[in-house]
């Protein structure tokens, strides 16, 4: 049972425009958020994190958004560039009263095309 | 070096041959981890290491033994896989001791088992 979700596995988007990869939880003991970038051939790359204290965490050109009630965040890419073109996970751990342990979803392909 | 890397980048062996897989992180971190990637899963947690002591082992068979020696390096000693064990093997290291932390991952071992 998937307690971490990314609905979609591929996402393709116009330079210059937003990109929004959705994320969904089922553990209401999550109370810390990541994303996560991967080219192929390398290892994820720790993008942007939020804690459940939040519901906006911005970095630049990326603002990751968490819904607790719905148990749904998303990370928003403004504008959208072709070296964005990657996979990206979503993690999510219980810090507090639960396992520390990062549990990922499958991730979504995201194709920025020029 | 810098971050953490990992060696070999690819392996291909029988069911019958014993191999290592090895980590080493140059961030100056407490904790690492072993995670496994197949083909449309998400990525799973094998195993935690902090301060060199084993905290968490996410039901591995034993046909997988890590060792660490040290806050600097990770081994994954393989041993009489199987062919399903085929898979992207990431490592991953983290402060260490505190709640709520980015883990920074290293480009795996793509492993094939013939």
């Known amino acids: 049972d998937q307690q971490v979700k990314q609905n979609s596995p591929s996402l393709s988007v116009q330079e210059g425009r937003i990109s929004i990869l959705n994320c969904d939880y089922t553990?209401?003991?999550?109370?810390?958020f990541l994303w996560y970038k991967k080219y192929p051939a390398e290892g994820p790359t720790f993008l942007i994190s939020?804690?459940?204290?939040?519901d906006k965490n911005e970095d630049g050109r990326f603002t990751v958004f968490l819904n607790k009630s719905a148990k749904h965040l998303s990370l928003h890419i403004v504008p959208s560039q072709p070296g964005d073109s990657a996979v990206y996970f979503c993690?999510?751990?219980?810090?507090?009263?639960?396992?520390?342990?990062?549990?990922f979803g499958k991730g979504t392909k995201l194709t920025v095309n020029p | 070096e810098t971050g953490v890397t990992q060696t070999p980048r690819h392996l291909v062996m029988g069911m019958t041959n014993k191999k290592s897989l090895k980590c080493e992180q140059h961030?100056?971190?407490?904790?690492m981890y072993w995670y496994k990637q197949s083909a449309k899963k998400p990525l799973e947690l094998m195993f935690v290491?902090?301060?060199?002591?084993?905290?968490e082992n996410n039901s591995v068979p034993s046909r997988f033994s890590p060792e660490c020696p040290n806050s600097s390096h990770l081994f994954l000693h393989l041993h009489t896989l199987q062919p399903e064990d085929s898979a992207l093997y990431l490592c991953?290291?983290?402060?260490?001791?505190?709640?709520?932390?980015?883990?920074?991952f290293g480009p795996g071992t793509r492993l094939l088992v013939l």
């Open positions: 991953a290291s983290s402060q260490g001791g505190r709640l709520q932390e980015t883990q920074y």
């Open positions: 553990n209401s003991m999550f109370d810390y």
């Open positions: 939020i804690s459940s204290i939040k």
């Open positions: 993690a999510a751990s219980a810090g507090r009263g639960g396992s520390e342990k990062l549990v």
């Open positions: 961030l100056g971190h407490n904790a």
């Open positions: 290491y902090n301060f060199k002591e084993q905290t």
